[in-house]
């Protein structure tokens, strides 16, 4: 749990961030390295602990190359680390206000990330997420119209959109994975508490004051 | 400040999950627990504002140097700076920043909201307990204000909190219109849990992801919103003011790509810049994000907008105290609402695991200053949250329920249904911020604040799954209300208000040494943003 030598010394690390050399102690992420290290412009931190998204990276060791998330990646001897740009602007456009009903969901869906059903299963998204999530089977299923399951398959995503930058199609497979979720959510979640509420609300039986059971 | 405890070996070797545990010892004084425990009441710790609108109230002390302090911007600065025109500026992209930007998008504004870091960089990304919204049979909404003026110690203000609680079946309601999931029971209901100060179960949630759930929804919407331009990066570095000072009208956004100033004008400024966990407030490790450094207190501070509860936070019970590199991060207060136990070294119980944040928190500080803590090195004491005793009760809950929890912790190696985790408290919120009226409107004119930001609502204490509500409900109100304002909008963007901050320091002869808003924390702060 700490990562200092019977001695109380720090085991030195030595990397690269951003092309400048860092020495690091073992047990660091990548984002404490960073600063540790002093390296400049490192601009797309967030929460550090690994659900925001935005402290992607590309991490070379040796000649195997992958992405990660910084905060969630440990320094290793000789990495080389590059913080990535943020991602692009999204090219798949909708308003779910727009949605007439639930029946036309599968065809909007093909409408709006046509490229979905055009997956070649190179397993690019599932190797780039950081989350461990079964993106291109995500992907099977919503182009299936099966957004429910698609969703809760992408339900761990934190939308660091690495997916997105790993298919050569322009999946986009996170936004997939909002999109199912989201319709979901819209045109299925009819909760009969709540609805029972709003609806005493809208007659204002409960805008005067009930009695409480302890005051 | 704390004594020796018990060494971490020596505590693992005492643990064990099948212990019987007897009650925790009755809680008889609850306030001489906070006096003397809890961090507000360190000794030191406040002093009086001297200058601006506060002046003469009690203020934290590391908060009062950022508010009283010298800006970074001079009228020579914004010659020839670039001006946009939009109706609505929303300085800030969490979830109040975005209800705000939707909402007001929807009424027909021209929006721009500007982040300091990525959109959905913010604190409600990590939010993993749950919203509140009395939507149980048995639960009201006169039970939720009851709840949140008794868990604030009835400092807060029954106006607000009345506003918060009515919204809040609405506010699931725009939420799940929006595409939000939520935990449902078998019979389709929304699950609830009761959390620390509720009388009934009133918390709403997604698993333990509730506030990346709602984020990636908000976040999704926004940039979809063709109402909604998005400036990522640019973080507002001063207000901008009519010629009288009197009234908000803009802002001085820079850039942390190119460090080059932007002015933006408009008729409605709303600040959802969030709070300031990041300035590490008496030397608490901190569960914020990043970019968590009190900026829009002092930039409404500086324009004249009256704050409140400067003196009073938020400190969870239950950060982690390792890994190192997880240090002050959140274990969920959902973990206590579902039963999960806090022990001491002794493996003892010390307290009723569901009393308000600030009660608890005052109890595990106890516990590690009279030497019954688990003590990891000189710096690092804390208490069992006594996750393998849950796992044992109800198999299989933490996988089902706590995904988050074990995803974090699985990369570091530790699994939390064999091991308890160790916890001492982290600065975790803001309770007091910019005084705000039911529109979220500052006491500046075009100046509104929602969200951590905004104070108020919370009194001295706030309870658990209020900072989602209030986020959304407040967003949507000051979304609604900027749109509202329809004057003509500003004839000329002055730093009257500057000026007059900086007469008023002079005359005090307070130092001029510190610029502010910090922006970011120093030690991330390398090559990326300039004093």
């Not at chain 1, 992408?154 to 959109?161: I, N, Q, R």
């Not at chain 1, 996170?174 to 709003?198: E, Q």
């Not at chain 2, 008794?150 to 607000?160: D, F, Q, T, V």
């Not at chain 2, 004491?381 to 995904?403: H, I, K, S």
Request: neutral net charge; proline residues 5%; contains cysteine.
């Amino acid at each position: 749990m700490t990562h200092d030598t019977a001695d109380g010394n720090h085991v030195t690390i030595a990397l690269t961030i951003n092309g400048l050399a860092v020495s690091a102690h073992a047990g660091m992420t990548v984002v404490e390295a960073a600063w540790h290290g002093g390296v400049p412009r490192v601009t797309g931190v967030g929460c550090m602990e690994g659900v925001c998204g935005s402290c992607r990276i590309m991490l070379k060791r040796g000649k195997q190359v992958s992405v990660g998330l910084a905060c969630q990646t440990f320094v290793e001897d000789g990495a080389e680390i590059i913080f990535l740009p943020p991602a692009p602007a999204p090219r798949h456009h909708y308003e779910l206000s727009e949605f007439k009903d639930g029946w036309d969901i599968h065809a909007r869906f093909q409408d709006i990330f046509p490229e979905a059903a055009r997956c070649r299963h190179c397993h690019g998204c599932n190797v780039s997420c950081p989350k461990g999530i079964a993106v291109e089977e995500g992907v099977k299923q919503a182009s299936a119209g099966r957004f429910r399951d698609a969703g809760e398959t992408f339900f761990e995503c934190v939308m660091c959109e690495l997916c997105d930058g790993a298919c050569p199609e322009f999946i986009a497979p996170a936004h997939v994975g909002l999109f199912s979720r989201r319709v979901t959510a819209h045109f299925h979640l009819r909760p009969p508490n709540l609805i029972h509420r709003l609806e005493e609300l809208r007659q204002d039986k409960t805008g005067t004051p009930q009695k409480d059971h302890d005051e | 400040m704390m004594s020796n405890g018990i060494s971490l070996a020596e505590a693992l070797a005492r643990y064990r999950a099948d212990s019987n545990l007897a009650p925790p010892p009755a809680l008889t004084d609850k306030d001489s627990l906070l006096n003397t425990y809890h961090p507000d009441h360190l000794r030191d710790s406040v002093v009086k504002l001297t200058v601006g609108p506060n002046a003469g109230d009690s203020c934290q002390r590391e908060l009062a140097a950022l508010l009283q302090a010298e800006t970074f911007i001079d009228e020579a600065d914004l010659a020839g700076v670039p001006v946009t025109d939009v109706d609505v500026l929303v300085i800030g992209g969490g979830g109040a920043g975005c209800a705000a930007a939707l909402t007001a998008a929807e009424k027909g504004a021209r929006v721009l909201l500007a982040t300091k870091l990525r959109l959905g960089d913010s604190n409600t990304v990590m939010a993993e307990g749950g919203i509140q919204a009395a939507i149980e049979p048995e639960d009201s909404i006169q039970r939720h204000i009851q709840d949140t003026l008794r868990g604030g110690h009835h400092i807060g203000n029954p106006e607000l909190v009345a506003a918060l609680a009515a919204d809040g079946p609405n506010v699931l309601r725009w939420l799940i219109q929006l595409g939000m999931q939520f935990d449902q029971a078998p019979s389709g209901d929304l699950h609830t849990r009761k959390a620390g100060g509720m009388s009934t179960p009133r918390l709403v949630h997604c698993r333990d992801y509730t506030g990346l759930e709602m984020m990636r929804v908000l976040r999704e919407a926004v940039t979809q919103h063709r109402g909604i331009e998005v400036w990522e990066q640019s973080p507002a570095v001063e207000l901008l003011s009519n010629e009288t000072g009197e009234k908000c009208v803009g802002a001085v956004l820079t850039s942390l790509l190119d460090n080059r100033l932007r002015i933006v004008r408009t008729r409605s400024v709303i600040l959802a810049t969030g709070g300031l966990g990041r300035l590490h407030l008496n030397g608490f490790p901190t569960s914020n994000h990043l970019g968590a450094t009190g900026d829009g207190l002092v930039l409404a501070y500086r324009i004249g907008a009256k704050l409140c509860e400067l003196d009073s936070f938020q400190y969870h019970p239950t950060g982690l105290l390792h890994p190192s590199h997880l240090a002050g991060k959140l274990v969920t207060e959902g973990l206590r609402a579902a039963g999960c136990l806090l022990v001491n070294a002794l493996g003892q119980r010390f307290i009723d695991e569901l009393q308000p944040r600030d009660v608890v928190c005052a109890a595990i500080l106890r516990e590690c200053h009279e030497g019954r803590g688990v003590r990891v090195n000189e710096q690092h004491v804390g208490v069992w949250l006594d996750t393998p005793r849950l796992e044992r009760a109800q198999p299989g809950l933490l996988e089902a329920q706590f995904p988050n929890l074990m995803s974090r912790t699985r990369i570091a190696g530790v699994d939390p249904r064999v091991q308890p985790l160790l916890t001492h408290p982290t600065l975790h919120y803001q309770n007091g911020g910019v005084s705000i009226n039911v529109d979220g409107a500052s006491t500046v004119p075009g100046l509104y604040a929602v969200g951590e930001v905004s104070g108020g609502i919370h009194g001295r204490n706030r309870l658990m799954g209020n900072a989602l509500l209030e986020i959304i409900s407040f967003g949507r109100r000051a979304g609604v209300a900027a749109t509202a304002n329809r004057d003509r909008g500003p004839k000329k963007v002055t730093l009257e208000h500057v000026n007059r901050a900086r007469r008023a320091l002079t005359i005090a002869n307070m130092p001029m040494t510190q610029r502010t808003p910090l922006v970011l924390p120093d030690y991330a702060a390398g090559g990326i943003w300039k004093r």
